[in-house]
Nanobody, 126 residues
Framework: QVQLVESGGGLVQPGGSLKLSCTLSGRTFSLSSMGWFRQAPGKEREFVGIISWTGRSTTYADSVKGRFAISKVNANNTLYLQMNNLKPENPAIYYC???????????????????WGQGTQVTVSS
């Protein structure tokens, strides 16, 4: 019914930038807020940020605030995550997720997101 497809991951040097994309298809009219999460091997899934369906409101985790930016193009149901000043760390899988109405309030809890993408790996290393 709803499918999310991510792209843009890869290898980047410390201090570099990457821009991830997430495209939606299916019953998109029932969706609301969208978020980004990341997960490193052996660790729990971590909230990165969330954007309202209108794209006018964003909320970020403290760990990425000021370096990452979420944007949205409603015309083609595409979500973006611009990552700047990337820090050296273990590889992580970045996931795109979305809520389903009537849920829409900003949340860092993965359980509140109805649909997930397959994930795309980001590695920051020299």
């Amino acid at each position: 019914q709803v499918q999310l497809v991510e792209s843009g991951g890869g290898l980047v040097q410390p201090g570099g930038s990457l821009k991830l994309s997430c495209t939606l298809s299916g019953r998109t009219f029932s969706l609301s807020s969208m978020g980004w999460f990341r997960q490193a091997p052996g660790k729990e899934r971590e909230f990165v940020g969330i954007i309202s369906w209108t794209g006018r409101s964003t909320t970020y985790a403290d760990s990425v605030k000021g370096r990452f930016a979420i944007s949205k193009v409603n015309a083609n149901n595409t979500l973006y995550l611009q990552m700047n000043n990337l820090k050296p760390e273990n590889p992580a899988i970045y996931y795109c997720a979305c809520m389903e109405r009537p849920f829409s309030s900003p949340s860092s809890n993965p359980i509140e997101y109805a649909y997930w993408g397959q994930g795309t790996q980001v590695t920051v290393s020299s």
